[in-house]
């Protein structure tokens, strides 16, 4: 077999095919990195957008961008390690690690990793949310961080909770199914809920997890007395940019020897149709979140209930808005009674204003466990539920809550019956930007048909009425109703999608579903008796921005209303995008050439995208020029100027030129390459250097020519192509030319990149060529980099016309600067042919 210089045996016909099988998948791969890249900087720009205008932007769009931008950049890694090898893997590691700030506002981003079954409060903070659930994490903040008065307890940890599932093998059967629930079906979701439910119910806990939790209570009993529990949900992604509100179960007044049981019936609880339908809704995978569990000393409350540190839907009011019934909070938060309500200044804490409630029971502790109602004395029913001292207490915890955390919240309390003041939780407030103005849009002609409801969400919204009083009405609930009900109740949240407006007689702003309604952005109305005064079927136009009913459609309101229910993104959700924006769209990485331009520098998504963009074209390069054999598997170009070029398509099948001995220069389909060879032919093939004045130089000098070039000599040219792509390497001679270009409509996909090396006279000769062509390119905008006489340029982000006129002017400086380095025996003379140059090709025609 013959053998090529250096001894390297010649490759076999099929060798080469495979060489070609090979970078056809590689341009592949580095054209979907291209568009994927693109991708993700379009929806960080959309993200960037909403931050400015905040026009359109809600907890849903958040989510929505951040799971694109986070799956776009994952592919993008697996199309650079696909490209360029395993050297690229690290960037995995380096996603994780931006993952890992991004996980609160994404759950699922965040893996559970190895920890203790049971942490007690006082070794928790914020900072392992994604071990115990946000709201176990925040109680041990709030205690050891903010030195509030919270109750004594313990988490158990969502590795727990993978345990458990693992000794039980229960995932596959979760995931089966899950996978077959029909979200738009109640019945389906209760199917599902019903099966997953007695499945954790028959399963054991297993050994280590239930004597971690029986010795931690003994630990709780020592440090606390406590004899009771509660038994309290704190899911992974719960009470984050998601609140999961009301959609898992928690147990009051449990005894030490149920702990265990109850902590099973938790886990359970995981899998309500509610809980269900909110996973599925929101697109959340449930094997992505783990149950934590929180075992909290149980308060015997005198009086329980909510602060809002801002009112959610008027908050320019700079109230604490504070909601509050006797006895144990439950009937508050599931809407079984409406509360009082205090409306408190934030400035000089005075009372602007309240309403107290008829409130005829209260829930109460059983002394065998569990609860139970009780009757609150008549001479009390329509009391204050809370004293002005404790009312002026709490709004000052509410406040520091708020300047903690940053943004405002939505904090639980409670009022033991010796009068000490407990926070129990507290998570992010959705709160409007805008108010609704209740004076605009009424109709002049149309009286009220029922008024005097308390705003939940504003808007208005026309449809028939539908009546509802449990779960088992729910299958019936038709598409667009107005659903009314007397009391809020879980299942709501799995309609609310469905319906066009909430209205309930009972409950107020502060229960679950009203958290639920605001979620959802459903204009609802709280608080206004209309059971007896509404019929089914019959068409209302509600407006819950004055609370108020309307008989028929008023489309001319539901259109005036229209803003003040348009997602104007709330306070809260704009703090979360601040820091959402932090880790994905700054760039650090800007210059290629530095040193630093390496993988473990990449901090953000924009980072990962600008790295693996720079190292695929320059992978995409390298593979081209190797490519084996490309004179042979390739088709020769019929042109008038004199070049061996061989052409191979890469989004043509191979067999399309088979037999061919040569392709036409108006057959390339290669609009980058076109727009090179266009000013290649114009120069056309030069028979000597480029004239001085008068004078021409004419062939060769003998200076720096006894090398052997014998070898790089006989090397051909080649082009590999596709309609918007080209890499085409030129060999004149003794140097060696190679562009590549993306030439397409979409700017953020183009580029341009040139490689220029080596000539046939001395080094400084063709160090000052390359010094003359850095000159040009320098000043129609490329970034250039030389050593000694290696010189390369780049340029992108460019319109589809000014990429064919970069092209252009680069196919006639290739031919222009073809042996010009044999003429430049100084300074003078290279800058001579500088600014002619420059003439020419700047000042000259386009493309």
Request: proline share 4%; with cysteine; hydrophobic share 40%.
């Given at each position: 077999m013959k053998e090529l210089p250096g001894n390297h045996?010649?490759?076999?016909?099929e060798d080469e095919r495979s060489a070609l099988r090979i970078i056809q998948s590689k341009f592949n791969d580095f054209v979907a990195l291209l568009d994927g890249n693109n991708s993700v900087l379009k929806e960080v720009s959309d993200l960037e957008d909403k931050s400015r205008t905040g026009e359109g932007l809600d907890i849903f769009y958040v989510r929505e961008k951040l799971a694109l931008i986070h799956a776009g950049v994952r592919a993008i890694i697996d199309r650079m390690v696909a490209v360029g090898g395993a050297k690229y893997a690290p960037l995995y590691d380096r996603l994780s690690e931006i993952e890992s700030g991004l996980g609160k506002y994404l759950p699922g981003l965040q893996k559970v990793e190895p920890d203790d079954y049971t942490i007690p409060f006082d070794r928790l903070t914020r900072e392992r949310v994604w071990s115990v659930g946000s709201k176990n994490a925040q109680l041990g903040e709030m205690k050891a961080r903010l030195r509030l008065q919270v109750p004594d307890g313990f988490a158990i940890s969502a590795w727990a909770y993978r345990r458990f599932v693992e000794a039980n093998r229960l995932q596959s059967k979760f995931t089966e199914l899950m996978s077959s629930a029909n979200m738009r079906s109640y019945e389906d979701l209760v199917r599902v809920s019903d099966e997953i439910r007695t499945l954790v119910s028959a399963s054991s806990v297993p050994a280590e997890i239930a004597g971690a939790i029986r010795g931690s209570l003994a630990d709780l009993k020592r440090r606390s007395s406590a004899e009771r529990f509660s038994m309290r949900s704190s899911a992974i992604g719960e009470d984050t940019l998601f609140s999961f509100a009301g959609q898992y179960a928690s147990y009051l007044n449990v005894r030490g020897r149920e702990l265990v049981d109850r902590y099973r019936d938790v886990l359970a609880s995981k899998f309500t149709p509610q809980a269900i339908f909110y996973l599925l809704s929101h697109s959340l995978n449930e094997a992505d979140l783990a149950m934590s569990v929180g075992c909290v000393a149980m308060i015997d409350a005198a009086a329980s209930g909510v602060a809002y540190t801002r009112d959610p839907v008027r908050p320019r009011d700079r109230c604490v808005l504070v909601n509050s019934i006797y006895g144990l909070g439950r009937y508050l938060v599931d809407g079984t009674l409406t509360p009082d309500v205090f409306r408190v200044s934030r400035d000089d804490k005075s009372i602007?204003?309240?309403?107290?409630?008829?409130?005829p029971i209260r829930l109460v502790p059983r002394e065998e466990g569990g609860t139970t109602d009780e009757p609150v004395p008549a001479s009390e029913r329509r009391q204050p539920s809370i004293s002005s001292e404790l009312l002026l207490e709490l709004t000052e915890i509410a406040i520091k809550l708020e300047q903690h955390y940053g943004f405002p919240q939505d904090v639980e309390w409670a009022i033991d019956k010796?009068?000490?003041l407990y926070v129990l939780q507290t998570r992010p407030l959705q709160v409007l930007h805008g108010e609704p103005d209740i004076l605009k849009a009424v109709p002049s002609s149309r009286e009220a048909f029922l008024c005097g409801g308390t705003t939940v969400f504003p808007g208005a919204a026309i449809g028939p009425v539908f009546k509802v009083s449990s779960a088992r009405d729910l299958p019936n609930v038709p598409e667009g109703s107005v659903l009314v009900a007397q009391h809020p109740f879980p299942g709501l949240v799995t309609v609310m999608k469905r319906v066009s407006a909430l209205v309930t007689e009972v409950g107020g702003v502060v229960n679950h579903a009203a958290t639920l309604a605001r979620e959802y952005r459903l204009p609802s109305i709280s608080g206004i008796p209309c059971l007896d005064r509404l019929s089914d079927g019959a068409v209302v136009t509600v407006d819950a921005s004055a609370g108020t009913i309307y008989s028929g459609a008023l489309s001319d309101l539901v259109s005036a209303r229209r803003a003040d229910s348009s997602p104007q993104a709330d306070l809260a959700i704009h703090q979360i995008l601040?820091?959402?924006?932090s880790k994905i769209a700054p760039l650090n990485l800007v210059n290629p050439a530095d040193s630093g331009f390496i993988i473990e520098n990449c901090a953000t998504f924009h980072d990962v995208t600008r790295f693996t963009h720079q190292k695929a074209v320059e992978e995409m390069f390298a593979a081209a020029e190797g490519l084996k054999g490309k004179d042979r598997i390739g088709v020769r170009l019929d042109s008038e100027i004199p070049l061996d070029m061989s052409i191979i398509f890469m989004d043509e099948s191979y067999g399309k030129y088979a037999g061919r001995d040569s392709v036409a220069e108006d057959e390339i389909p290669s609009g980058p390459m076109l727009a090179f060879w266009k000013g290649v032919r114009l120069e056309g093939w030069p028979a000597s250097a480029p004239p001085i004045g008068r004078r021409r130089i004419f062939g060769t000098t003998a200076e720096g020519f006894n090398r052997d070039k014998t070898a790089e000599y006989s090397q051909s040219s080649f082009a590999i192509l596709s309609r918007e792509y080209a890499i085409v390497g030129l060999h004149m001679g003794y140097h060696f030319t190679t562009v590549e270009a993306i030439c397409s409509q979409d700017l953020n996909r183009?580029?341009?990149?040139?490689?220029y090396k080596e000539g046939g006279s001395s080094l400084d000769r063709r160090v000052r060529r390359v010094r003359l062509i850095s000159s040009i390119l320098s000043a129609v905008g490329f970034d250039c980099e030389s050593?000694?006489?290696?010189?390369?340029?780049?340029?992108s982000h460019l319109g589809q016309d000014e990429v064919i006129d970069r092209l252009f002017m680069l196919g006639r400086l290739a031919i222009m600067t073809k042996q010009l380095d044999m003429a430049l025996h100084n300074d003078?003379?290279?800058?001579?042919?500088t600014q002619e140059f420059m003439k020419k090709l700047i000042n000259g025609g386009s493309a």
């Amino acid at each position: 077999m013959k053998e090529l210089p250096g001894n390297h045996r010649q490759s076999s016909p099929e060798d080469e095919r495979s060489a070609l099988r090979i970078i056809q998948s590689k341009f592949n791969d580095f054209v979907a990195l291209l568009d994927g890249n693109n991708s993700v900087l379009k929806e960080v720009s959309d993200l960037e957008d909403k931050s400015r205008t905040g026009e359109g932007l809600d907890i849903f769009y958040v989510r929505e961008k951040l799971a694109l931008i986070h799956a776009g950049v994952r592919a993008i890694i697996d199309r650079m390690v696909a490209v360029g090898g395993a050297k690229y893997a690290p960037l995995y590691d380096r996603l994780s690690e931006i993952e890992s700030g991004l996980g609160k506002y994404l759950p699922g981003l965040q893996k559970v990793e190895p920890d203790d079954y049971t942490i007690p409060f006082d070794r928790l903070t914020r900072e392992r949310v994604w071990s115990v659930g946000s709201k176990n994490a925040q109680l041990g903040e709030m205690k050891a961080r903010l030195r509030l008065q919270v109750p004594d307890g313990f988490a158990i940890s969502a590795w727990a909770y993978r345990r458990f599932v693992e000794a039980n093998r229960l995932q596959s059967k979760f995931t089966e199914l899950m996978s077959s629930a029909n979200m738009r079906s109640y019945e389906d979701l209760v199917r599902v809920s019903d099966e997953i439910r007695t499945l954790v119910s028959a399963s054991s806990v297993p050994a280590e997890i239930a004597g971690a939790i029986r010795g931690s209570l003994a630990d709780l009993k020592r440090r606390s007395s406590a004899e009771r529990f509660s038994m309290r949900s704190s899911a992974i992604g719960e009470d984050t940019l998601f609140s999961f509100a009301g959609q898992y179960a928690s147990y009051l007044n449990v005894r030490g020897r149920e702990l265990v049981d109850r902590y099973r019936d938790v886990l359970a609880s995981k899998f309500t149709p509610q809980a269900i339908f909110y996973l599925l809704s929101h697109s959340l995978n449930e094997a992505d979140l783990a149950m934590s569990v929180g075992c909290v000393a149980m308060i015997d409350a005198a009086a329980s209930g909510v602060a809002y540190t801002r009112d959610p839907v008027r908050p320019r009011d700079r109230c604490v808005l504070v909601n509050s019934i006797y006895g144990l909070g439950r009937y508050l938060v599931d809407g079984t009674l409406t509360p009082d309500v205090f409306r408190v200044s934030r400035d000089d804490k005075s009372i602007q204003g309240m309403e107290i409630a008829d409130k005829p029971i209260r829930l109460v502790p059983r002394e065998e466990g569990g609860t139970t109602d009780e009757p609150v004395p008549a001479s009390e029913r329509r009391q204050p539920s809370i004293s002005s001292e404790l009312l002026l207490e709490l709004t000052e915890i509410a406040i520091k809550l708020e300047q903690h955390y940053g943004f405002p919240q939505d904090v639980e309390w409670a009022i033991d019956k010796r009068g000490r003041l407990y926070v129990l939780q507290t998570r992010p407030l959705q709160v409007l930007h805008g108010e609704p103005d209740i004076l605009k849009a009424v109709p002049s002609s149309r009286e009220a048909f029922l008024c005097g409801g308390t705003t939940v969400f504003p808007g208005a919204a026309i449809g028939p009425v539908f009546k509802v009083s449990s779960a088992r009405d729910l299958p019936n609930v038709p598409e667009g109703s107005v659903l009314v009900a007397q009391h809020p109740f879980p299942g709501l949240v799995t309609v609310m999608k469905r319906v066009s407006a909430l209205v309930t007689e009972v409950g107020g702003v502060v229960n679950h579903a009203a958290t639920l309604a605001r979620e959802y952005r459903l204009p609802s109305i709280s608080g206004i008796p209309c059971l007896d005064r509404l019929s089914d079927g019959a068409v209302v136009t509600v407006d819950a921005s004055a609370g108020t009913i309307y008989s028929g459609a008023l489309s001319d309101l539901v259109s005036a209303r229209r803003a003040d229910s348009s997602p104007q993104a709330d306070l809260a959700i704009h703090q979360i995008l601040r820091e959402v924006l932090s880790k994905i769209a700054p760039l650090n990485l800007v210059n290629p050439a530095d040193s630093g331009f390496i993988i473990e520098n990449c901090a953000t998504f924009h980072d990962v995208t600008r790295f693996t963009h720079q190292k695929a074209v320059e992978e995409m390069f390298a593979a081209a020029e190797g490519l084996k054999g490309k004179d042979r598997i390739g088709v020769r170009l019929d042109s008038e100027i004199p070049l061996d070029m061989s052409i191979i398509f890469m989004d043509e099948s191979y067999g399309k030129y088979a037999g061919r001995d040569s392709v036409a220069e108006d057959e390339i389909p290669s609009g980058p390459m076109l727009a090179f060879w266009k000013g290649v032919r114009l120069e056309g093939w030069p028979a000597s250097a480029p004239p001085i004045g008068r004078r021409r130089i004419f062939g060769t000098t003998a200076e720096g020519f006894n090398r052997d070039k014998t070898a790089e000599y006989s090397q051909s040219s080649f082009a590999i192509l596709s309609r918007e792509y080209a890499i085409v390497g030129l060999h004149m001679g003794y140097h060696f030319t190679t562009v590549e270009a993306i030439c397409s409509q979409d700017l953020n996909r183009n580029f341009i990149r040139m490689q220029y090396k080596e000539g046939g006279s001395s080094l400084d000769r063709r160090v000052r060529r390359v010094r003359l062509i850095s000159s040009i390119l320098s000043a129609v905008g490329f970034d250039c980099e030389s050593a000694g006489d290696f010189f390369k340029a780049s340029i992108s982000h460019l319109g589809q016309d000014e990429v064919i006129d970069r092209l252009f002017m680069l196919g006639r400086l290739a031919i222009m600067t073809k042996q010009l380095d044999m003429a430049l025996h100084n300074d003078q003379i290279a800058e001579w042919y500088t600014q002619e140059f420059m003439k020419k090709l700047i000042n000259g025609g386009s493309a």
